[in-house]
């Protein structure tokens, strides 16, 4: 049983990071190497349908920005980000989503696999 999903973002924390992301995302959106940040976030914040939905989500769930993640969980870097991983038990972590599947994703679609992956009744 998953107890906890944990979204880990290809931007580095920071104010400054986050302008210069805010920047490229408006003026390149398609050269943007967060697909994560980019379906999920709009110009000045989270999007509303993510926030709600995750709100309703069974189990808790954690953000990192790339910095955060390779301090927290070295043993986890080698997987390209973005990424979601899942927690199976306080010490154990697998690849819940890889990078490949969310550059494919729209929010509804990213939705519905959580959703899928999780095996919750669908809404």
């Known amino acids: 049983m ?5 979204f ?17 995302k408006i003026l390149s959106p398609r050269t ?23 709100q309703a989500l ?3 769930t954690q953000f990192l920005h790339r910095d955060e993640f390779l301090k927290a969980f070295p ?6 980000l973005p990424a979601v991983f899942s927690q199976t038990s306080p010490q ?10 969310l550059d494919q994703l729209t929010l509804p679609s990213l939705m519905q696999r959580v ?3 999780l095996q919750l009744p669908a809404a």
């Open 75 to 80: 043993q986890l870097r080698y997987h390209p």
């Open 2 to 6: 998953t107890q906890q999903l944990l």
């Open 8 to 24: 880990v973002y290809n931007a580095d924390s920071g104010l400054a990071n986050g302008l210069l992301d805010t920047f490229h």
């Open 58 to 60: 069974p189990v808790k």
């Open 92 to 101: 154990d972590w697998e690849l819940f989503l890889s990078k490949t599947e």
């Open 32 to 54: 943007y190497p967060c697909s994560l940040c980019g379906i999920t976030y709009g110009t000045v914040g989270m999007r509303t349908d993510w926030k709600q939905y995750l």
């Open 115 to 117: 959703t899928e992956r």
